[in-house]
């Protein structure tokens, strides 16, 4: 840890508060050329109506992804990761030959992306794909340009129960103090993507109390019938370690209630706290 790290640790258990520099929505370099949509949507793109679940990370997303992906018309694999597929020119004869063609290498990356999307949701047998990374909603504005028609559908939980959870996920890589910070960087992008985006809240809270009126409304907003068996859910096989899965959010398809926030929400946290409506 740096001293910069241990100063702002320190700061936030004494004071409640740290040092940090403004966030802003992320910013793809300029070499990537303007981020735009399809220049020809019928040809540009493979993947139709995608769906996207912008939300923090340690959120019950597992939980969500599993309901969803046990929706015939849905399939949701392992966190994908899209935004990190990148495309170089290699030559220059190359970038002067796709520029030609009417290609950036946003427009290229976003081809990649769609390819890459679109052949996973071929394989399952279903028409709509869901993707439920969450470093994703650092880069919504991106993907909601690379699929005009994607659906953003968000999940929150009590931010306090986030930052715990985040912690005890890895506490020997940082501390509790470390981890409310991190995941609050999350938070803050998935509220932007919130005011941006059109599209429903799910509360964590809410989707195991009440899992069947919470996917009920997903469903709705998706215009698919609600299936039964997405409170049904349980198989081993949607399971996929390393990548966004944990085991202790899914149990022989039995929703589990989730874990009351700990006392003493940090001072850092109640801004999101009250921004998503949790008062405690």
Known sequence: MTWQRRFNAALARYTGYQLKRPEKEETPPAELGTVRPPAH?????????PVFVICPVRSGSTLLRAMLDAHSQLHAPH???I???????????AE???????????????????????????RSGKPYLVDKTPANAFAYRRLATCWPDARFV??????????????????????REEAAADALRY???????????????????????????????????????????????????????????????????????????PAGTPELLRPICEAWGYTR
């Not at 949507?41 to 109506?49: I, M, S």
């Open 96 to 122: 002067h030959a796709m520029t030609e063609l009417g290609h950036n290498r946003a427009d290229l990356e976003h081809l990649l992306w769609d390819r890459v999307l679109h052949r996973e949701l071929v």
């Open 187 to 261: 938070m803050n992008a998935v509220q932007r993507a919130r005011k941006a985006l059109p599209g429903p809240t799910v509360r964590y809270e809410d989707l195991t109390a009440a899992p069947e009126r919470a996917t009920r409304a997903v469903c709705d907003f998706l215009g698919l019938a609600w299936e039964p068996g997405m409170i049904e859910y349980g198989r081993p096989k949607v399971i996929r370690k390393g990548l966004g899965d944990w085991k202790d959010k899914i149990a022989s398809g039995v929703v589990q209630p989730a874990r009351e926030a």
């Open 41 to 49: 949507p019928g040809t540009d793109r493979l993947l139709v109506a």
């Open 83 to 93: 935004r990190r597929l990148t495309v170089g020119f290699g030559t220059k004869l």
């Open 154 to 175: 968000f999940l929150v939980r009590h931010p306090a129960a986030i930052a715990a959870s985040w912690y005890e996920a890895a506490p020997d890589r940082r501390t």
């Open 79 to 81: 966190e994908l990761h």
